[in-house]
């Protein structure tokens, strides 16, 4: 591949991408009728979990196949394609020859030319925008994971993008699985039937320990390094309060039925992970949101090795109190999930199912409003961490700050400082 012909002007996608959407087909080409129709599936992105998606992709209707596969790196392509084919039930499913193994920054768009019907978004956040961007605009039903951009820019494009998928009845199912959990969406229902009452208080706590990173090998350039260690570096993944927190964050602004915070102050650093191997991200977290009536959210997240691990949500009403991540609901309206129940749920599975089953019906689903304001949530939180500053939704909406590279070619890409509260702006 030559680089300079992949290279993508993303702050040039990003000014155009709400004209763009303008322009319709007359008609989206689909498989809306039986099953004896063949849907063909592909893959962008082929991390862990890019091939998950796919295995519950062809695992989620009868008449499926994987026919196409898209990643900037070979190796990880490879590894990919092999892992799906080593499972027995899947294997007659995928038929990805050679032709359609595509490699390179613009694998994305060749995946979505190779007559593909769905296409599932796995690449790291930043490239969610421009990727979701293509699929819509060739007419194609997408899988997008969490979160689904890094910045104020990413996030406008996405909201562009999702209501253009909606004028076309194209589904956008996110990758925010937590939302297709039966035993969750039971308890948010019970929430907002009232088993609380009037909520009065949110907190989150999402505190593991650390994750992968790879060892830099001789000859990779800055931006593979990078690219391969997408975790570490906010212009990929957004920062770890973006990249896994937004789960948590995202089942604070459901309970919430949907409605974001006015404003956020927040703190944070990098106190044990400082190593380069770990790019310029924080290792710690805390987040305050404030609602429009008052309500406030407290939201800490923490990957550190060593530590004792929390990953908890409670909903706190005038009534009672929910443990959302158990079940259960304690107070004047006790309840509890069925254990047997709860472990029978596979969320990852059942959002694939509702989507290729939403396909087959002809009756989209668009997840788009929640996957783009949820990340938001989360980039301004990571925002107020950053600067110190207290953060208002307008502001982290409006956002110019673009953290794309110059270019996007296989070369140098210097590692920024890691932000200083009370400096950064």
């Avoid at 993008?161 to 039971?186: K, Q």
């Avoid at 959210?297 to 949500?313: I, L, P």
């Avoid at 129940?341 to 989507?355: F, K």
Wanted: hydrophobic share 40%.
């Amino acid at each position: 591949m030559n680089p300079a012909s992949a290279s993508v002007n993303r702050r040039r996608f990003l000014q155009t991408s709400a004209a763009a959407g303008a322009t319709l087909l007359s008609q989206v080409p689909f498989v809306h009728a039986g099953t004896s129709d063949t849907i063909r599936v592909g893959l962008i992105g082929c991390g862990g979990r890019g091939t998950g998606a796919a295995s519950n992709a062809l695992r989620a209707d009868q008449n499926v196949r994987l026919t196409a596969l898209g990643d900037a790196f070979r190796d990880r392509l490879e590894s990919s394609l092999a892992q799906l084919r080593r499972e027995a039930e899947l294997a007659p499913k995928i038929d990805v020859p050679r032709e359609r193994q595509f490699v390179g920054f613009d694998a994305y768009q060749q995946v979505i030319n190779s007559d593909v019907d769905v296409v599932l978004l796995c690449s790291p956040p930043h490239f969610r925008p421009a990727h979701l961007r293509a699929a819509v605009q060739a007419n194609k039903h997408v899988f997008a994971e969490k979160p689904v951009a890094v910045d104020g820019p990413g996030i406008r494009a996405v909201l562009a993008t999702c209501e253009d998928a909606r004028r076309r009845r194209l589904s956008i199912v996110s990758g925010l699985c937590w939302r297709y959990h039966n035993g969750m969406r039971e308890t948010f229902r019970r929430i907002h039937d009232g088993a609380l009452g009037d909520i009065v208080a949110l907190q989150c706590n999402y505190n593991t320990g650390t994750l992968w990173h790879r060892n830099r090998h001789e000859g990779w350039s800055d931006m593979e390094w990078q690219m391969r260690n997408w975790l570490y570096f906010t212009w990929l993944s957004g920062d770890f309060n973006v990249e896994q927190h937004v789960h948590s964050i995202d089942k604070m602004a459901w309970a919430m039925r949907d409605q974001y915070p006015v404003s956020c102050y927040g703190t944070g650093g990098r106190q044990v992970r400082t190593g380069p191997e770990f790019g310029h991200i924080y290792d710690h977290m805390a987040v305050v949101y404030e609602f429009a009536n008052g309500v406030k959210c407290f939201a800490m997240c923490r990957q550190m090795a060593g530590c004792a691990n929390e990953v908890k949500d409670y909903v706190v009403g005038k009534r009672g109190k929910a443990d959302v991540m158990a079940h259960s609901i304690s107070g004047e309206n006790p309840w509890r999930y069925a254990a047997a129940r709860a472990r029978g749920d596979d969320m990852y599975q059942q959002e694939h199912n509702e989507l290729f089953a939403a396909i087959r019906r002809n009756e989209p689903i668009n997840n788009g409003e929640y996957m783009a304001k949820s990340s938001l949530m989360a980039i301004m939180g990571r925002t107020a961490c950053y600067t110190g500053q207290v953060v208002t939704w307008e502001q982290a909406l409006n956002s110019r700050e673009d953290l794309s590279p110059p270019r996007y070619e296989w070369g140098d890409l210097p590692v920024p400082a890691v932000a200083m509260p009370g400096v950064v702006r």
